[in-house]
């Protein structure tokens, strides 16, 4: 069974530009997470996904970051305009039930100059 | 207060140690509790889930206190192979909360 698929796994762009993160969830999984993890912390919570709704999105910095997850499979992560803070690794995760263990993709090492 | 705190080491222990690593958790009402590793440049994953009355996966054993709100890892007979960094998760209301992790290096 494949696991999370997220992509790209590295990016680096300049300030100011627009960027992208995907993550395909594993098959049944009907929650969804994003999280940000910098060098030498845990993964911090941006949003959180049960199906299509966005259920937790306190976290996620709503002037510059975005985030759907249209026919709650797929979703997609977007921050504009990029900020050199934002630099981090992009962890997406999924979880089957409540309180199961979630499972975590690759992630999206990014960089801003 | 932090929702997960951990003892962020390092810890650098000799082959065939072992070593244990705790964490404490700040709300009551957390409902699962998990340890997974992290090594470097790569993504989480399941180690352990911790129940309540302590559980052992070969030189693994997990437990939690529930009374004291802290749960702990024993690693026994340390490999080289176990140097990574652990999480100590804990879920409640599907929302998970990450410690900062404990940094172990086996050395030869």
């Known amino acids: 069974e494949a696991g999370v698929v997220q992509s790209p796994r590295y990016k680096i762009i300049e300030k100011k530009q627009p960027v992208a993160f995907w993550c395909n969830p594993i098959s049944g999984h009907n929650t969804l997470y994003w999280y940000l993890q910098n060098l030498g912390q845990g993964p911090e919570l941006l949003i959180r996904?049960?199906?299509?709704?966005?259920?937790?999105d306190s976290q996620l910095p709503k002037d510059r970051f975005s985030a759907e997850r249209l026919k709650g499979v797929d979703s997609t992560l977007k921050i504009q305009p990029a900020e050199l803070g934002d630099s981090a690794v992009y962890l997406c995760?999924?979880?089957?039930?409540?309180?199961?263990?979630?499972?975590f993709g690759q992630g999206t090492r990014l960089t801003v100059v | 207060r932090k929702e997960v705190e951990q003892d962020p080491g390092p810890f650098n222990v000799p082959e065939g140690a072992t070593v244990a690593f705790n964490c404490t958790y700040s709300n009551s009402a957390s409902q699962s509790f998990f340890w997974y590793r992290q090594d470097c440049r790569k993504e989480p994953k399941l180690l352990m889930s911790?129940?309540?009355s302590g559980n052992e996966d070969g030189r693994f054993t997990a437990q939690l206190n529930r009374a004291s709100q802290y749960i702990s890892l024993l690693i026994r007979d340390s490999k080289l192979s176990d140097s990574a960094t652990y999480l100590c998760v804990v879920n409640r209301g599907n929302q998970f909360y990450f410690g900062t992790g404990t940094s172990l290096t086996v050395i030869p």
């Open positions: 995760a999924s979880s089957l039930q409540l309180n199961t263990e979630a499972f």
């Open positions: 911790v129940y309540s």
């Open positions: 996904y049960e199906n299509e709704e966005a259920v937790d």
